[in-house]
């Protein structure tokens, strides 16, 4: 069930969440709206297979093998790095993928880079048969179109939309619903420029902004402040965070309210784009280095 929480601030401001999370248990947020139409493309093509790529703990695998699980697909993830291969029983996300019946081809960091290649797929539909590609992070014209119903009438009355950007189909299909009186704003999870150029391929307005002062170094990193962010948000608003897309773009959103960015009166609304499941990957890594962990209780 979609919810809405609307925090009141200074100067007038309003935040709404739009808990895009609770939309399923397993394939929550930008992740059900993009694999939606291409779950039903599969059908149409009679493929049994669904093939797709990620890191070790990206929730994009976890989604596609509930996904494929409940829809009645055979499915395959292409995971980037060879190291992990022997560690499935350690990553709580590539277990979970497992158990969801997935099989996994784990590649090195280097040949991952070829994954659009056609003899690299050609390589893989020689050993996998003829499977349903669905890229990495789901982005694609299809993930587009189920994104870009996350607005609903209910949100015309909102000045900013804003939303975390991993691969750029979310807030490709926020901006395309977007009105022309709303702003999209963008807050990369990685480090560097490249992605205003993958935006532009899907976006059909020019209403939108990236935000990339809040990556906290990249995809994946973390700090302590922003841990600590998660975790007094969640203990103020009982809304849990991600540490890697939707925590470093709501601590992105209200460090722009406190330093000015947004006029009185603004009604900005925050898309809860999921991901919950990457805590406890992460929480096995901030133990190890011996720092705060995220504690949501979720």
């Known amino acids: 069930m979609n919810q809405l929480l609307t925090i009141p601030l200074p100067n007038s401001i309003s935040v709404t969440i739009k808990r895009e999370d609770l939309m399923h248990p397993f394939v ?46 055979k499915t395959i993830g292409v995971i980037r790095g060879d190291e ?22 784990f590649v090195s960091r280097e040949d991952y880079r070829n994954k659009q290649e056609i003899s690299f797929l050609e390589n893989l539909k020689t050993t996998y048969g003829n499977f349903y590609l ?10 587009v179109k189920g994104c870009q119903e996350i607005l609903t009438v209910e949100d015309q009355q909102f000045d900013y939309i804003c ?6 189909g979310t807030i490709s299909g926020l901006i395309n619903s977007a009105l022309s009186h709303q702003k999209v704003l963008g807050f990369p999870a990685l480090k560097g420029d490249f992605l205003q150029d993958e935006i532009r391929i899907f976006a059909k307005q020019e209403n ?47 460090n722009r309210i406190a330093t000015g960015y947004f006029p009185p009166k603004s009604k900005i609304l925050l898309i809860h784009t999921g991901g919950i499941q990457g805590i406890q990957g992460m929480n096995l890594k901030l133990k190890n280095k011996k720092l705060p962990t995220i504690d949501i209780h979720v």
């Open 28 to 73: 929550s947020g930008n992740k059900f709206r993009k694999l939606k139409y291409n779950l039903l493309q599969a059908k149409i093509e009679h493929k049994t297979t669904l093939l797709t790529f990620g890191g070790a703990y990206s929730n994009h695998i976890a989604a596609v093998a509930f996904a494929g699980q409940e829809n009645g697909f």
């Open 134 to 143: 669905i890229p990495e992070g789901g982005t694609n014209e299809l993930a």
């Open 208 to 254: 939108w902004e990236l935000v990339t002062d809040y990556h906290f170094g990249g995809y994946g990193k973390v700090n302590e402040a922003l841990i600590a962010f998660i975790n007094q948000f969640f203990q103020e608003n009982k809304i849990p965070l991600d540490p890697i897309y939707t925590g470093k773009m709501v601590f992105g959103v209200m």
């Open 84 to 105: 992990v291969v022997d560690k499935i029983a350690s990553n709580p996300t590539l277990q979970f993928a497992q158990n969801c019946g997935m099989e996994f081809k």
């Open 163 to 168: 939303t975390a950007v991993g691969t750029g």
